[in-house]
Structures are given as structure tokens and as C-alpha cells.
């Protein structure tokens, strides 16, 4: 098996690079939008990772979660919100720097440590040829909690959004829109006013 | 098993005999299956555009290309040439990075996912167990694509356009995966070739679309939804919004975004195809046939009419997807976009949500019907 593992080596080269990179053009990048794009990026190169792990059903999950629909929701949302604000310089704002410099110092201390002193072992079992009922059993014996609770916690965050979306606790009247205008306003709930 | 022509394992047993190693030699093959089947597909595009040509100037009582070639079948390569040798226009104050990415985004995840299209037994360039799950992961790529191009633009249209299709294909998205998943229920995998070969015993009897009449539909509504093309051309819409993401594209950009929604539209019928229509067996199966004039169906060139068949029977039962599909553009009018957003959230999700239940509760009932 030379050829095989060698082209896997490569792949899980090529694979690191691109997630470290677009990793940290996420972080450094002024243009949120880039950003936004690049982490796309990482969720891709992240299931590339999978695939070269054997867990194929993973990392499509991978691509349709994160990159179709997580993804694409920031985009969204940096799209739509279209606000400009001038930023006033901060007094001391070294101290929140010095302060993100060490945090982040310290956390990558804390991994690197972790990561050289873990005995990793190389697993000799064979992978399975199908993921994906393995995966179902799990669900339904042993991780029927979390996955329950986890479907629970996304009903929540959606009947949220709706409410939020919906508005419904604006007043069907509100005083100020005279009738006069009527035949301008398009046929929608009255919205709160800004600034109000 | 029975498990027909396998070309692979003839090259690679050709090629070991010469003394080169197994691993080398399935190296060498690799490329063919793919180089076949990007060509396959371009091929497909310009079938498909000469077939539009034709089909809207029939349903307008014109006669459409006639010159380029017999039946004017050179138009869509002349088309084609046109668009390469045009000048490629940046604007000025468009982002040039990610005004480039955007078709490239577009188009590639779609080529992809010709990766799982089996045209017989061994005829597919991947055999894997994720198949339509692939296909569905890797559509849901094409949306940022989109995104990417419509902001790159600069122009409003341009990011309205790119709002509108992200917008669609992701809420057309949801009745589409459910019901894929009757469908994956009934033949207990996500391998397309399990698919077909569940529905391979009877012949036109076994289909899935008897099965499956109301995730058909859905499926087909949806298809066409993904592909943006006309009762959903919203992204584009002409009158509305210039040519929505497209705006600003020109010469080779644009027909990246051409070729690639024209390649979606094949691919989606012959998903079609693969998943209600039998893929690649015939209405009579082919058995059958040889058990009644008496040949013993593993001769060889039994065989090779076999996958010649086979292939045939996915393209026609494709073509006549995409004829459809062609008809209905050029007779339905575009619906608007509430309208669009109302048919796919309130409407095709509860449907495919009920056909899924459904689908389940009949399995249960009847195992031999439904795939047990």
C-alpha cells in the first residue's frame, strides 16, 4: 500500500494547510465578509479531514451543516446588515490587547502542552466499510440523550427566531401612522420605529 | 452475483500481466471514468441548449437554429465559441479575488456530484455508501457561490439576485432531502447503485415513482427550484432585478454560470431518474428477456447490449426529464417571490414531511412492498 498511504500524507498535508491558513485569515482578515468566506473554507478542509479518517457520513454532515447552512447564515446576516459606523479610538485600548495576547498566548500553551504530552495511539482496528448505521445504533441506544436534548435546544432557538422575526408583540395599532397614508403602505404588520 | 462488464478490473488485470503492480495500474485508470464523464457532461450542456433552441422555438411556432449544422446542432458549440473568445470584463469596483471565485464556487460542487450518477453495475466513477447524501451536501455548497458572486459585483441587483438564489435553494433544500429520505428508506441505503438495483425486479412494475407518487412530485418541484429554472427564475428574474447575480459576468464568468446551470438541470433529471425511474433498467427486464429467447444473460455480448442498454435507459429516461423541464419553462409564468417562499415553506415541507411519515408507517405494513 505505498501509493495509497503516500497520497493520503499528502492530502492530510495539503488538508492542514488550508485549514490553518483560511483559519487564520479568518481571525486576521479587516473585511469580515473574507472572513466569513474563508471560514467556509475551514468547515471544507475540516470534512476533507474526515474523509481521510473513514468517516464519510460525518463529513458530508460536515459540508451540509456547517458550509450549507451555517455558513451561508452568517453570510446572510453580514449581507442584510448593512449598518456603517465610524469606530471612535478607544483610550488604553493596549490593555484589551495586551489582555487578548495573553489569553490566547495562554490557551495555545494549555493545547500545544496537551497535544505533545498525550501518548497518541494509533488505532489497529479496521475501519468499518459503512459508517452509517453504526452511527444510527449509537443514536438510538447509547447517545439517545444528547441527541434528544440537542434536538430539544435547535426547537428552541427556532420557535425564538420565529418570535423574534414575527414581531407580535407590536400593537396592531399604532398611533402616529395616520390612515392617510394607507393606500402607500404595503400590506404588512406595522413595524416598531427606529430609534424608538 | 451476477455483476456484469467490469472494465476496471479487465484494465488493471491487463495491465498487471505486463508486470506493472496492481496499485500503478489502477492509478493509470483513474482518469478515464472522470475525463468520460466531465466530457459526458459538457456534451450533456450543449445537448441540452440546442434541445432549448428547438423545443421553445417549437412551443413559439418558429423554427429555431436551422443553419450551424443539420437541424442547427453546431448553434450551442458556436454559442459556446462566442463566449470564449468574448472580452472578460472586471468592473471597476467589484472585488476581483472573490469575483472570480463566485462561478468557480458555483460550478465545481456540481461537477462533483456526477461522481454518483451510475450509469449500469460498475459504471460509476465512486461506489460509495453516502451516495445521494454526497449529492445533497455538495449542493448545498453552491449557495455561497452565489452569495460570493452576487457581493463581489457591487451592484445592487447583482447582491439582490445572490440574497434571492441563496434564499431559495436553501429553503427548497429541506422538502428535497425529505424526500430523498422516503426514498432512502424504502431501499434501507444511500448508495445510488442499492437504489436502482431495488427497484430492478420487475421492471417498470417496481419503480420507485409508484411508490413514492407524492415524493416524485416533490422531489421534481424542488429539483427545478435548486436549478432556478422558470416557474422559480427568481434569482434572475429579467423584469425585476437585470439578470441578478449574472449582471455584471461576461465571456467565460458567465458561462461558467450557464454551463453550470444547465449540468445541474441534467444532473437533477437523472437523479430523477436514479431515484423514482429505475436508473438503469429497462421497463422489461433484461433477464427476462434473455431467459425468454433462451441466452444465458453472463454471455458476452449479452452483456455489452446489457450496459449499452443500460446506459441508453438512464439517458432517455434524463432527456425526457429535461424535455419536460424545457416545456415547462416556456409555458408557466415566473411566480413571485412571496409566492416562491409560501409553496416551499407552508406547502412542499409539510407534504414531504407527511409522505415521510407515511412512507415509514407502510413500511412497518407491508415490509415486502416497501422494502422491509
Known amino acids: ?196 | 452475483m451476477n455483476s456484469g462488464i467490469d472494465l476496471q478490473g479487465t484494465f488493471i488485470q491487463s495491465l498487471s500481466d505486463f508486470g506493472i503492480s496492481a496499485e500503478l495500474a489502477k492509478v493509470f485508470w483513474m482518469p478515464f471514468p472522470m475525463l468520460l464523464m466531465i466530457i459526458g457532461a459538457t456534451v450533456g450542456v450543449l445537448v441540452n441548449v440546442w434541445l432549448e433552441r428547438k423545443i421553445s422555438a417549437a412551443a413559439q411556432q418558429r423554427i429555431g437554429p436551422e443553419y450551424a449544422g443539420p437541424l442547427g446542432v453546431l448553434q450551442p458549440v458556436a454559442d459556446g465559441l462566442k463566449l470564449v473568445f468574448k472580452e472578460d470584463i472586471q468592473p471597476a469596483k467589484s472585488d476581483p479575488i472573490l469575483f472570480t471565485m463566485g462561478p468557480v464556487l458555483v460550478v465545481m460542487p456540481v461537477f462533483l456530484s456526477y461522481l454518483i450518477v451510475p450509469f449500469g453495475q460498475n459504471l460509476v466513477i465512486t461506489n460509495i455508501n453516502t451516495g445521494v447524501f454526497l449529492w445533497i451536501a455538495l449542493s448545498s455548497i453552491v449557495p455561497i457561490g452565489l452569495l460570493m458572486a452576487g457581493y463581489s459585483s457591487n451592484n445592487k441587483y447583482s447582491l439582490l439576485g445572490g440574497l434571492r438564489a441563496a434564499a431559495q435553494s436553501i429553503s427548497y433544500e429541506i422538502p428535497l432531502a425529505l424526500s430523498v429520505l422516503a426514498i432512502v428508506m424504502m431501499s434501507n441505503s444511500l448508495n445510488t447503485i442499492d437504489i436502482v438495483n431495488q427497484q430492478a425486479d420487475y421492471g417498470i412494475l417496481s419503480w420507485n415513482i409508484w411508490r413514492q407518487p407524492v415524493g416524485f412530485v416533490i422531489f421534481w418541484i424542488a429539483a427545478l427550484a435548486e436549478c432556478e429554472r422558470l416557474p422559480f427564475d427568481l434569482p434572475e428574474a429579467e423584469e425585476e432585478l437585470v439578470a441578478g447575480y449574472q449582471t455584471e459576468y461576461s465571456g467565460m464568468k458567465f458561462a461558467l454560470f450557464f454551463v453550470g446551470s444547465y449540468v445541474n438541470l441534467v444532473l437533477s433529471a437523472l437523479l430523477v431518474a436514479i431515484l423514482y425511474l429505475g436508473g438503469w433498467s429497462s421497463p422489461i427486464p433484461i433477464d427476462m428477456l434473455s431467459n425468454l429467447l433462451g441466452v444465458d444473460p453472463s454471455t458476452s455480448w449479452v452483456q455489452v447490449v446489457d450496459a449499452s442498454l443500460g446506459i441508453s435507459m438512464t439517458l432517455l429516461k434524463a432527456y425526457f426529464l429535461v424535455f419536460i423541464a424545457i416545456l415547462t419553462r416556456w409555458t408557466v409564468p415566473r411566480v413571485r417571490i412571496d409566492q416562491l417562499l409560501n409553496l416551499g415553506w407552508k406547502f412542499l415541507l409539510p407534504i414531504s414531511l407527511a409522505n415521510l411519515l407515511i412512507t415509514a408507517a407502510l413500511k412497518l405494513a407491508f415490509p415486502t412492498a416497501f422494502g422491509g
Not at chain 1, 137 to 149: A, C, G
Open chain 1, 1 to 196: 500500500m505505498q501509493i495509497a498511504e503516500g497520497v493520503q500524507l499528502v492530502t492530510f498535508g495539503i488538508l492542514s494547510l488550508l485549514m490553518l491558513g483560511a483559519a487564520l485569515g479568518v481571525v486576521l482578515f479587516a473585511n469580515i465578509v473574507y472572513s466569513a468566506f474563508l471560514l467556509g473554507g475551514v468547515f471544507i478542509s475540516m470534512a476533507g479531514i474526515y474523509i481521510l479518517l473513514n468517516a464519510d457520513f460525518v463529513s458530508a454532515a460536515q459540508i451540509l451543516v456547517y458550509v450549507g447552512a451555517v455558513n451561508v447564515l452568517i453570510l446572510f446576516a453580514i449581507m442584510l446588515v448593512n449598518k456603517r459606523e465610524d469606530f471612535k479610538p478607544l483610550k488604553n485600548s493596549w490593555i484589551r490587547q495586551g489582555m487578548t495576547v495573553v489569553v490566547c498566548g495562554g490557551l495555545f500553551a494549555l493545547l500545544g502542552s496537551v497535544s505533545l504530552v498525550t501518548p497518541w495511539k494509533i488505532s489497529t482496528v479496521m475501519p468499518l466499510a459503512s459508517s452509517t448505521v453504526p452511527i444510527a445504533k449509537h443514536f438510538f441506544t447509547d447517545f439517545l440523550l444528547p441527541f434528544e436534548l440537542a434536538s430539544v435546544l435547535l426547537l428552541m432557538s427556532m420557535v425564538g427566531a420565529i418570535i423574534l422575526a414575527r414581531r407580535d408583540f407590536v400593537p396592531d395599532t399604532v398611533t402616529g401612522i395616520t390612515s392617510t397614508q394607507d393606500s402607500l403602505t404595503l400590506p404588512e404588520r406595522p413595524r416598531e420605529l427606529a430609534g424608538k
